[in-house]
Nanobody
Framework: EVQLVESGGGLVQPGGSLRLSCAASGFLFSMAGMSWVRQAPGKGPEWVSSISPGGGVTSYADSVKGRFTISRDNAKKMLYLQMNSLKPEDTAVYYC???????RGQGTQVTVSS
């Protein structure tokens, strides 16, 4: 059974930083492309970033490019999202997901507010 468990969300002031983590189990993590997706209140899901199985290829939505960094540790079966220079419009529930297959975690809330 695929399990993805996110953590690291919280309340942060504009301009602040957070690091999200995702613990993966139940599948061959090192062979899976992984992504972060977010959903703001009243809006549909928005793709944020993806990373290749080996970690060498990354991609970002224009809205977060230059501020967010995706990374992974295949030995620990962990996915990360470093978020810097946070803006109120980054407020959302952030989900860790397999890029292919649709599996995703329960999400972690990120709120950017003064």
């Amino acid at each position: 059974e695929v399990q993805l468990v996110e953590s690291g969300g919280g309340l942060v002031q504009p301009g602040g930083s957070l690091r999200l983590s995702c613990a993966a189990s139940g599948f061959l993590f090192s062979m899976a492309g992984m992504s972060w997706v977010r959903q703001a209140p009243g809006k549909g899901p928005e793709w944020v970033s993806s990373i290749s199985p080996g970690g060498g290829v990354t991609s970002y939505a224009d809205s977060v490019k230059g501020r967010f960094t995706i990374s992974r540790d295949n030995a620990k079966k962990m996915l990360y999202l470093q978020m810097n220079s946070l803006k109120p419009e980054d407020t959302a529930v952030y989900y860790c997901a397999k890029t292919a297959g649709g599996d995703r975690g329960q999400g972690t809330q990120v709120t950017v507010s003064s």
